[in-house]
């Protein structure tokens, strides 16, 4: 799990437990505070550094920044894996940040201190 979710819940969490003891202590709530779980998107050079970095750069995929691969490419090979390259779901990468990914691989700069496979 990602740093910033476990933040986010323990965020949540927290305004659950003030509710609990609020309501333990007599004091009337008249609304029950709501633990809500938002997901902020991720920027596209944290995920590619996370995820797609472990492989692409580290001699175990092909090299992809600096390419200018089409971002309807990427984002359907995301989606369904091709051989060793696994496919991510959108539990995992959300279309909206894998289209903001692909989009910022299209032209993202070569880096000359990745190696391709
Ligand atoms: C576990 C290792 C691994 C991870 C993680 C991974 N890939 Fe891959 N990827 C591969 C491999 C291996 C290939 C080559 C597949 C083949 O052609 O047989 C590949 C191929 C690709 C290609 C096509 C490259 C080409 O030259 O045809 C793209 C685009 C791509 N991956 C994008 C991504 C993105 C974006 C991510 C992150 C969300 C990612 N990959 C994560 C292993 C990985």
């Known amino acids: 799990m990602d740093r910033h979710r476990?933040?986010?819940?323990?965020?949540?969490l927290g305004v659950a437990a003030v509710a609990a003891v609020a309501l333990g202590s007599g004091l009337s709530a008249p609304v029950?505070?709501?633990?809500?779980?938002e997901i902020e998107p991720r920027a596209p050079e944290y995920l590619y550094e996370r995820t797609c970095g472990y492989c692409h750069g580290h001699n175990v995929a092909p090299i992809i920044r600096g390419r200018k691969l089409p971002a309807a490419v990427t984002s359907a090979l995301v989606?369904?894996?091709?051989?060793?390259?696994?496919?991510?779901?959108?539990?995992?990468?959300?279309?909206?940040?894998?289209?903001?990914?692909?989009?910022?691989?299209?032209?993202?700069?070569?880096?000359?201190?990745?190696?391709?496979?």
């Open 6 to 12: 476990v933040l986010r819940w323990t965020g949540a």
């Open 32 to 37: 029950a505070a709501q633990a809500t779980y």
């Open 79 to 117: 989606r369904s894996g091709n051989g060793a390259m696994p496919a991510f779901k959108p539990t995992e990468i959300t279309d909206q940040e894998l289209e903001a990914l692909a989009q910022w691989l299209a032209t993202a700069e070569a880096d000359p201190e990745e190696h391709g496979r």
